[in-house]
């Protein structure tokens, strides 16, 4: 059975930080592209950052320079380390994990964690 298991959300004041984290199980984690999404009220959802079983990672312009992506094999979970945070970035933020094997795709989302930056 597939787990992803989102944590580290909550309340945060803007230009704060939080460390959000997804902990995988049932994957072969070191072969998934890992991405993490989000969904504010009344939007769609939209990728925020993603980093391959390489370790290359792509960010969404909107996150650049403020937030980083990693991954620790070892540990099957991947993180999302947000710095000065806007207003903006609130939303519920998605894990989401994704592979092509042998022509079959898998792609899997975890239950969501809700970020919220407010004074």
């Known amino acids: 059975q597939v787990q992803l298991v989102e944590s580290g959300g909550g309340l945060v004041q803007p230009g704060g930080s939080l460390r959000l984290s997804c902990a995988t199980s049932g994957v072969i984690f070191s072969i998934y592209v890992m991405g993490w999404y989000r969904q504010a009220p009344g939007s769609q959802r939209e990728l925020v950052a993603a980093?391959?079983?390489?370790?290359?990672?792509n960010y969404a312009d909107s996150v650049k320079g403020r937030f980083t992506i990693s991954r620790d094999n070892a540990k099957n979970t991947v993180y999302l380390q947000m710095n000065s945070l806007k207003p903006e970035d609130t939303a519920v933020y998605y894990c989401n994990a994704n592979a092509v094997v042998y022509g079959r795709g898998y792609d899997y989302w975890g239950q969501g964690t809700q970020v919220t930056v407010s004074s």
């Open positions: 980093i391959t079983s390489g370790g290359s990672a």
